[in-house]
């Protein structure tokens, strides 16, 4: 009887040990830490930048990353910022007011002659200033949880996936892997800027770069906007043949207000993920409790997927891209809305309205189609733009936005 149940024991024990194992996932444990108001907002420049920066440190060290910055894992990086919107808040500053940031980088080395970058930025804006959304007088931390504690803690997953897999697999990786967590890009996509001036690897060995800022807010119809989809001509093809999930929104171009434009701009294929704007997009109620974890789960599994299709292609093509940006007319009077970005029927969806705007004023709403503004139809963004640069301050305009099944028809005042 002792040697059956011993037996048992053992056969249990050697089936245990050739079981591949999982990796762990810690998306919400990730992004608790970094949205805590102990960080203060981790604003660059700032202690609680400092705080989070040092957490990405010890999550790449025990996930099994190697060191790729210029101080172990850290890229630093000083800059002048043209104003100083957070006077109250106490940098980590030299005597010249240089404010300095620092680039978290770890690597998985494959011994394969190219590399693919996979990056979220960490900071945000701590107490506010110029690019918060916020209207209330006193100060409040902007936590920043979907901006971009989200796009961090699927990055931390991937990596973690990453490793694991070159630990349990027999098949030898065609690339490989470094992952960079920025800083400064809410002041202008400063760290990643930075990087593609001052790379750790060789540049010309980066197959393609894959962003993901605010990825944590997946709506009920599961819409994932994927941009960049025009910089390779592998990417179409792969975005839609591991599709099961999404219902995604493509933009072609290359260039955008997050980091994948840096590498974009020096000639390396990007895919940009997003999740869409939201009421708590730049404010203090950007928090960890709201996000929407199963979606991040499988933003990250199928970003995983996409990298393990596109493994065996070699280098990817690189293509230049119509910059939407470039064709954007100027405009000195707005609506006060947040878009819907990931609305692609015909139309503007308003997405949420600010306070003493000249929408909140006419009574528009968050679901509202804008359909008409002054003589012009509207059928997208670019359309909406176009209206908007007719109109100075002090213009009156018809508008008509569709609410539900109906349409309705008042008058706006810039």
């Known amino acids: 009887m002792k040697k059956l149940v011993f037996l048992l024991v053992l056969v249990g024990l050697l089936s245990c040990k050739n079981e591949p194992k999982v990796a762990e996932n810690k998306i ?5 830490f970094l949205a805590d108001d102990k960080l203060e907002g981790r604003q660059t420049g700032t202690q609680g930048e400092v705080l989070a920066s040092e957490y990405l440190v010890k999550r790449f060290e025990a996930i099994g990353l190697q060191p790729k910055g210029t101080e172990g ?7 002048k910022p043209k104003t100083d919107p957070h006077s109250e808040v106490e940098f980590t500053t ?7 940031g620092h680039n978290v980088i770890g690597f998985i080395d494959n011994k394969a002659k190219n590399t693919i970058v996979i990056g979220a930025h960490y900071d945000h804006l701590g107490f506010g200033g110029e690019g918060s959304l916020f209207r209330e007088k006193e100060k409040a931390i902007h936590n920043g949880a979907d901006d971009n504690a989200s796009g961090v803690a699927v990055l931390l997953n991937l990596a973690s996936r990453l490793v694991m897999q070159n630990n349990n697999s027999e098949i030898k990786d065609n690339n490989n892997y470094l992952f960079m967590a ?3 890009e809410e002041m202008g996509l400063l760290g990643s800027n930075y990087f593609s001036k ?15 800022d605010m990825v944590g807010r997946m709506k009920t119809d599961s819409t994932l906007a994927v941009y960049g989809t025009g910089t390779s001509p592998m990417f179409k093809q792969t975005i839609k043949a591991n599709n099961e999930k999404f219902k995604i929104v493509e933009n072609e171009s290359g260039v955008g207000p997050s980091d994948h434009t840096s590498f974009y701009l020096i000639d390396i ?12 997009y730049h404010k203090p109620s950007d928090d960890s409790e709201k996000l929407n974890y199963e979606g991040m789960n499988l933003i990250s599994d199928y970003i995983y997927n996409i990298i393990r299709d596109l493994d065996d292609n070699g280098e990817l093509a690189f ?3 119509k910059n939407e940006s470039e064709e954007t007319p100027r405009f000195k009077v707005g609506l006060g809305v947040v878009p819907d970005y990931l609305y692609d029927g015909k139309g503007m969806r308003i997405d949420g309205t600010r306070e003493d705007t000249p929408a909140f004023n006419t009574g528009l709403q968050k679901g509202d189609i804008v359909l ?3 003589d012009s139809t509207i059928t997208d963004m670019m359309s909406y733009m176009r209206a908007l640069s007719v109109f100075d301050n002090g213009d009156e305009a018809d508008i008509t936005v569709k609410r539900g099944e109906k349409n309705i028809e008042t008058k706006v005042k810039f």
């Open 28 to 32: 919400k444990e990730d992004v608790a």
């Open 73 to 79: 894992f850290l890229q630093s990086f000083s800059f």
């Open 94 to 100: 030299n005597a010249d007011s240089t404010i300095t």
């Open 182 to 184: 920025f800083s400064g």
């Open 198 to 212: 001052n790379p750790t690897i060789e540049a010309e060995s980066i197959n393609y770069m894959i962003n993901m």
């Open 269 to 280: 294929p990007v895919l940009h993920f997003f999740t869409g704007q939201h009421e708590d």
């Open 319 to 321: 293509r230049k891209t």
């Open 372 to 374: 008409k503004l002054g």
